[in-house]
């Protein structure tokens, strides 16, 4: 029983921890690429130059930096939770990127965002509330549940 409780907090933190990698890092990106600005032609200097600024700065390397944490927290979270909460819960990230967007690239988000952003909330917290179904890989190899 310790055991199984101590795998749903891990669950948990792992949950948390990729609901705010993921959007931080796509913000990061966002923010990185308007750092640069707009693509305005098309000729091959032009995408070389946009391209160059890109990979040469930096805030775009930590989003990528980011984004690959979050992938590596989501494959091991996935290692031990039923995709079916993991990726349910992790919705709450909608609600991150709102507020990501409006602090640090100083966007306005509209009232029905807002909203729609509450229904999501909403939900994650009808599907937290369910008692989570995490693989004990040692009971998976003898058979045992």
């Known amino acids: 029983m310790k055991m199984q409780r101590r795998l749903q907090t891990k669950t948990?933190?792992?949950?948390?921890?990729?609901?705010l990698l993921g959007p931080l890092g796509n913000v990061l990106m966002g923010k990185g690429i308007k750092s640069i600005?707009?693509?305005?032609s098309w000729p091959p200097g032009a995408l070389f130059s946009f391209f160059w600024r890109a990979f040469t700065t930096p805030?775009?390397?930590?989003g990528l930096a980011v984004l690959l944490a979050s992938f590596i927290t989501y494959m091991l979270v996935l290692s031990w939770a039923d995709f079916s909460f993991v990726q349910s819960t992790t919705a709450i990230s909608y609600a991150v990127v709102a507020l990501l967007t409006v602090f640090l690239l100083h966007e306005v988000v509209k009232p029905t965002q807002w909203a729609g952003v509450a229904i999501i909330c909403i939900g994650v917290l009808v599907v937290g509330n369910t008692k989570t179904s995490t693989t004990n890989r040692a009971n998976d190899e003898t058979g045992k549940r």
């Open 12 to 19: 948990y933190i792992f949950v948390a921890t990729l609901a």
């Open 37 to 40: 600005g707009k693509i305005t």
């Open 59 to 62: 805030i775009i390397w930590l």
